[in-house]
């Protein structure tokens, strides 16, 4: 399961309701790259395929492809808007080592 802090939720709430489009979640997932190895990928999308796992959490629906769920089981998402930037941060458990602007991780 992917846990959506109240921070995230009202953000992503306001965004999805920019975009305007029907039946948006968060889509989460991993792929390689970046200075430790995986990097997130966050975007909000509508379709779902065979390999989606859906979860919702404080009201949001939020969606991973069963390959990255395996790097992000019990990952909490978050969001920020301190001093260190803006934006939706990933608090990931099974993260040995992250990089300095926290976009990037390794297992």
Do not use: H, W
Not at 22 to 50: A, W
């Amino acid at each position: 399961m992917i846990t959506v802090t109240d921070s995230a939720k009202k953000q992503a709430l306001m965004l999805m309701e920019e975009d305007a489009k029907d039946g948006l979640f968060i889509r989460v997932g991993v792929e390689g790259g970046g200075c430790s190895g995986l990097m997130y990928q966050l975007k909000f999308d509508n379709e779902l395929t065979e390999n989606d796992k859906t979860f919702e959490d404080n009201g949001v629906k939020v969606v991973v492809d069963k390959k990255s769920f395996l790097y992000l089981v019990g990952t909490t998402l978050d969001f920020s808007g301190g001093l260190n930037g803006k934006g939706f941060v990933f608090v990931n458990p099974n993260a040995d080592r992250t990089c300095g602007c926290g976009e990037s991780f390794s297992i």
